[in-house]
Every structure is written in C-alpha cells, then in structure tokens.
C-alpha cells in the first residue's frame, strides 16, 4: 500500500515517513489520516505497510501498531501526533 504514488515509479521519491499497520485496525485508520494530511501539506512521499505481509514485522511491532518511522527511525507508536510528526519532517 503506497500513501504518495508518481506516474514514473523510478522517479519517485523514498518515502520518509512508513506506517506499520494492519487492515481493520481503527487506530492505523486514524494514524493514516494524519500521516496523509501532514504529508500532503509538507510534500513528503510515504508509504503504508501491513505487518500481516511480513513475519519479522508481525513479530517485533504487532503490540504497537500502528507504528510510524521518520527517515527510518521509529517516530510514534499506537498514536500519531500531528505537531510531532510535522516538526520531525521539517
């Protein structure tokens, strides 16, 4: 699941911003909604990614999804703040 898509995928930016979830959780949906909101408005590409689709994911973040990583390092977990997240990408 990509957040930010490009016509000419080799021209895409790395997202900075990864969101771990997982389909049917209520709080990833609210996470995504602030993670699509602060990255539109900052022009930041990020990506959403299910730890059902990788063992080792499911494995060390199950308990505290969602989770989101900023430039690779783990930002927030269960909860997404909006002035956190966007000062972290300025």
Do not use: K, N
């Not at 995928?9 to 602030?34: D, F, I, K, W, Y």
């Not at 699509?36 to 990614?49: C, K, Q, S, Y």
């Not at 199950?62 to 966007?86: C, K, M, N, S, Y």
């Amino acid at each position: 699941m990509v957040g930010m898509t490009s016509e000419h995928p080799s021209q895409a930016p790395a997202p900075r911003v990864v969101l771990l979830g997982r389909p049917g959780c209520h709080l990833c949906e609210e996470a995504r909604t602030v993670v699509e909101r602060v990255t539109a408005e900052l022009g930041v590409a990020w990506e959403e990614r299910s730890v059902d689709d990788d063992p080792e994911l499911l494995r060390r973040y199950a308990e505290q999804i969602p989770v989101t990583f900023v430039d690779g390092r783990r930002h927030d977990f269960w909860r997404v703040d909006e002035g956190r997240l966007r000062a972290a990408l300025r």
